[in-house]
């Protein structure tokens, strides 16, 4: 295509996705545009065409088969909440934003299979909420839940505070309708526990970070409503007693644990010190906490009694040193509401390195010894902020500047260095960089470091095989 | 190459295997080979030049390349158990069998990560003695657990009788090493719950039947030992009565229910007449029962408490209308007795039509109803053998010959068309003609009935990138 011939071949194509989607669907005035073309932190700019908000599948595979025709790139966005940029357009723009937000009909409940099928564009917390009004769980559940789409909770393969007990996004989704690169549509929109009728197809789109094909709809698992919930802050004395704690809790109550956080004492002063109406959760301060909660459907049951119990013999035992258990719900808001506000806390304290890894639960306690000491080695005084979904083996794991030093510069000169501490700690013990937030753009060149060839070769072969002509969100992931 | 090449380049081809596996880990004498050549049922014959039986990762892989550069045809093969032929060569020979059974080591257990690490050649029984060793639940159980094979079970995404609480294989898989269709080793074995580094490839692999590559290892989620358990055979009015009976129960108990199984009267029958030892269940004969089996961690809990008075609410709704709860481990037993033994006394009875299906759940009344009225429309008299996985959705839904009629004769003449009626039902209602049974050369053709064009097309898509000689167990699924 030449550079003149361009604008007038351009026109052609919004022209013709205007035709599809209508005038409200169809945004390409530049201040409009301006929302949908950098992520909400602000990290990622980009440029594009237009962005087309197409109202059904069938309008999502027309302005598909009409980019496929012409070679022009689609980036899929969702509720624009991700971490890695994945759904901001490249800089270099050509492309068209396609985002799916009014794509939001819930389409069934069918709570006797304990199913809810929905469109891609909904809302989490909707999804939640029509899940409640059935008597029903959908307990995907994270900190974007009221703003973010769940169509890009399955591209990215959403974790949350749920995982342990219910699994990622992957583990709650029993089937996809996804337009595919070339513009067809792919109906695997089932509602089954059980299928083995050929390759399970939807595993291949859930994750993909729309390089792969767009997801229209889905249908998911929802699970029975907790009725009773236990929920303590624990004191252990090192990340060690955290993981035997955990152990024992399991032994002793089962896979009733649905959330099991670690919680660095640098991180509670963080808390205290930004954020206004919380203190100190327990008489002392102590170097780490335990955030742990259990659930279960039936009332009047066990539960409270069995978890004391295994508390009593973890402190017996050493690796619990003080524990509040909460008597009423304010208490339990106020416990959850250390562990959920510590990113707003650590951003409010300064410009800090964020790590989202994973690494086997066993391998924790020596992670963190050995990055801390790394890190201090290379870095004197540079402060770690260590907090997250322990149970899954989930640390986000940030860096910070040493007391004193200018945050901004501390982050521009040693980025990579601290990085490469970090991650490469976490490749040492077996881990992933990236726990639940994603490649996208941000860890796109990070993965090629720890990939194998075979590996990354596969991943290319897939994306060949489903995009022959690169046109699904390139630039992100491979 | 021509017809006089061949023998000499076979002999080449087995002589370089052989100079890898060794002379234990080489089958050409044709007697030796009998057993690898034909499935346990005895339903699927084929040929082969040989049998390989490598005995580690590197062997398999050296022994791919051979393959590869020659194009011969490899069939994996576990313990042999498949039900649908997925293991059995092809008639037309000319291939290798490459059988795992001697890669049967555990290679780690991280008691604390709840994982376990083991060879694909490694007896699911012995996964689980050695989880239970260890304090820790494998909860993969099915029929063959004392001779199948962990890589044929997951080749296979296999389900059994905890599927309902802890899911399939699938589900039960963390990470997997396998060597891919050109020799090369893709090294996934990795014990982690979260990990979004790009496309989850060990996905592709699982329940793709040795189609894309072959599994050498994986790392399996383990879970924490049930130590107390609650079974109850109750009897219900109707399927309708079972599937709100696993609400209500759901409502009352969580996710503590780990089986859930509907039996038919004729199926109780069957058993009480070819299953010595067996007895009528309860005091009345009913026209439909529920195995229903309870399970949590904690002894001393309220668990049976909560059951029983969730079966009292049952009773009093009308859904069940006797029941009889196991008092001690002989009586569990012998519940479960009933219900394992009904595919023994089925063979008993006479051939018959095998179905292994799945619908949603909510549906599952509907389906029992309309293809019950359409066999009987079709063929007065046929029998229905219907029992299964009634909490996954997954009925095993066997037909037999009107009383009287030679069974062969009825099952030669009837079979495409009783196939038909059951097939289609299933497809109205939104489910799969093969739920955990797999496709092998059993479902092949069925499927492209079922399938859509973009689903078989993405399909051949992902063989050929991943398997572009086609030499990856031809013939099988696709």
Same mark, same amino acid.
């Given at each position: 295509?030449t550079?003149?011939a361009?604008p007038?071949?351009?026109?052609?194509v919004? =022209? !013709?996705?205007g035709?599809?989607? &209508?005038?409200q669907?169809l945004?390409?005035?530049?201040r409009d545009?301006?929302p949908?073309?950098?992520?909400?932190?602000?990290f990622?700019? &980009?440029a594009a065409?237009?962005?087309?908000?197409?109202?059904?599948s069938?309008?999502?595979?027309?302005v598909?088969?009409?980019?496929?025709?012409?070679?022009?790139?689609?980036?899929?966005?969702g509720g624009n909440?991700?971490m +890695?940029?994945a759904a901001?357009?490249?800089a270099?723009?050509?492309?068209i934003?396609?985002?799916?937000?009014?794509m939001?009909?819930?389409l069934?409940?069918d709570?006797?299979?304990?199913?809810?099928?929905?469109e891609a564009?909904?809302?989490?917390?909707?999804?939640?909420?029509?899940a409640r009004s059935?008597?029903?769980?959908?307990?995907l559940?994270?900190?974007?839940e009221?703003?973010?789409l769940?169509?890009?909770?399955?591209?990215?393969?959403?974790?949350g505070i749920?995982?342990?007990r219910y699994?990622?996004?992957?583990?709650l989704?029993?089937?996809?309708?996804?337009?595919?690169p070339?513009?067809?549509?792919?109906?695997?929109?089932?509602?089954?526990?059980k299928?083995?009728?050929?390759?399970?197809? /939807?595993?291949?789109?859930?994750?993909?970070?729309?390089?792969?094909?767009?997801?229209t709809?889905?249908?998911?698992?929802?699970?029975?409503?907790?009725r009773?919930?236990?929920?303590?802050?624990?004191?252990v004395?090192?990340?060690?007693?955290?993981?035997?704690l955990?152990?024992l809790?399991?032994?002793?109550?089962?896979?009733r644990?649905?959330?099991?956080?670690?919680?660095s004492?640098r991180?509670?002063?963080?808390?205290?010190?930004?954020?206004?109406?919380?203190?100190e959760?327990?008489?002392r301060?102590h170097?780490w906490?335990?955030?742990?909660?259990?659930?279960?459907?039936?009332?009047?049951?066990?539960?409270?009694?069995?978890?004391?119990?295994?508390?009593e013999?973890?402190?017996?035992?050493?690796l619990?040193?003080?524990?509040?258990?909460?008597?009423?719900?304010?208490?339990?808001?106020a416990?959850?509401?250390? !562990?959920e506000?510590?990113?707003?806390?650590s951003?409010?304290?300064?410009l800090?390195?964020r790590?989202?890894?994973?690494i086997?639960? +066993?391998?924790?306690?020596?992670f963190i010894?050995?990055?801390?000491?790394?890190l201090?080695?290379?870095?004197?005084?540079?402060r770690?902020i260590c907090?997250?979904?322990?149970?899954?083996?989930n640390?986000?794991?940030?860096?910070t500047?040493?007391?004193?030093?200018?945050?901004?510069?501390?982050?521009?000169?040693?980025?990579?260095?601290?990085? !490469?501490i970090?991650?490469?700690g976490?490749?040492?013990?077996?881990?992933s960089? +990236?726990?639940?937030?994603?490649?996208?753009?941000?860890r796109? =060149?990070e993965?090629?470091?720890? /990939?194998?060839?075979? =590996?990354?070769?596969?991943?290319?072969?897939?994306k060949?095989?489903?995009?022959?002509?690169?046109?699904?969100?390139?630039g992100?992931?491979?």
């Amino acid at each position: 295509m030449t550079g003149s011939a361009r604008p007038a071949a351009t026109a052609s194509v919004l =022209e !013709r996705i205007g035709a599809i989607v &209508g005038p409200q669907g169809l945004i390409t005035d530049h201040r409009d545009l301006e929302p949908y073309l950098a992520d909400w932190r602000g990290f990622y700019h &980009g440029a594009a065409l237009a962005v087309a908000r197409p109202a059904s599948s069938d309008q999502v595979a027309a302005v598909v088969r009409i980019c496929a025709e012409t070679s022009t790139a689609i980036v899929p966005q969702g509720g624009n909440t991700g971490m +890695s940029g994945a759904a901001t357009p490249p800089a270099t723009g050509g492309g068209i934003v396609l985002q799916l937000g009014r794509m939001n009909r819930i389409l069934e409940l069918d709570a006797l299979n304990n199913t809810i099928t929905v469109e891609a564009g909904c809302i989490l917390a909707n999804i939640q909420q029509a899940a409640r009004s059935a008597g029903r769980l959908f307990p995907l559940s994270l900190g974007a839940e009221g703003s973010c789409l769940i169509g890009g909770n399955l591209a990215t393969n959403a974790g949350g505070i749920n995982v342990l007990r219910y699994g990622n996004a992957r583990d709650l989704t029993l089937g996809l309708r996804v337009v595919l690169p070339d513009g067809r549509v792919w109906d695997g929109l089932r509602g089954l526990r059980k299928d083995n009728t050929g390759y399970d197809l /939807k595993q291949i789109f859930i994750g993909s970070e729309g390089t792969l094909g767009i997801i229209t709809a889905a249908v998911l698992k929802l699970f029975p409503v907790p009725r009773t919930t236990v929920t303590a802050l624990a004191a252990v004395p090192a990340p060690a007693a955290a993981v035997d704690l955990l152990s024992l809790l399991r032994d002793e109550c089962g896979d009733r644990i649905s959330a099991f956080e670690i919680i660095s004492r640098r991180c509670v002063e963080l808390v205290l010190k930004h954020i206004p109406g919380t203190r100190e959760p327990l008489a002392r301060a102590h170097p780490w906490y335990v955030l742990a909660e259990l659930a279960e459907a039936s009332e009047g049951g066990s539960l409270q009694r069995e978890f004391e119990r295994a508390m009593e013999r973890a402190g017996e035992r050493g690796l619990v040193l003080d524990a509040a258990i909460a008597a009423s719900g304010a208490q339990r808001e106020a416990l959850w509401r250390i !562990r959920e506000t510590i990113p707003e806390a650590s951003r409010v304290e300064g410009l800090l390195y964020r790590h989202d890894v994973s690494i086997p639960v +066993s391998r924790i306690p020596d992670f963190i010894v050995e990055a801390g000491v790394a890190l201090e080695h290379a870095h004197p005084g540079a402060r770690v902020i260590c907090f997250g979904h322990l149970g899954d083996g989930n640390l986000h794991y940030n860096v910070t500047a040493p007391a004193g030093l200018p945050a901004a510069a501390f982050v521009e000169r040693e980025m990579s260095a601290v990085n !490469r501490i970090v991650h490469d700690g976490v490749a040492r013990l077996g881990g992933s960089i +990236s726990a639940e937030h994603g490649v996208g753009q941000l860890r796109r =060149e990070e993965i090629r470091r720890y /990939k194998s060839a075979a =590996e990354l070769d596969l991943m290319r072969a897939v994306k060949r095989a489903l995009d022959p002509l690169g046109i699904m969100n390139p630039g992100k992931v491979l």
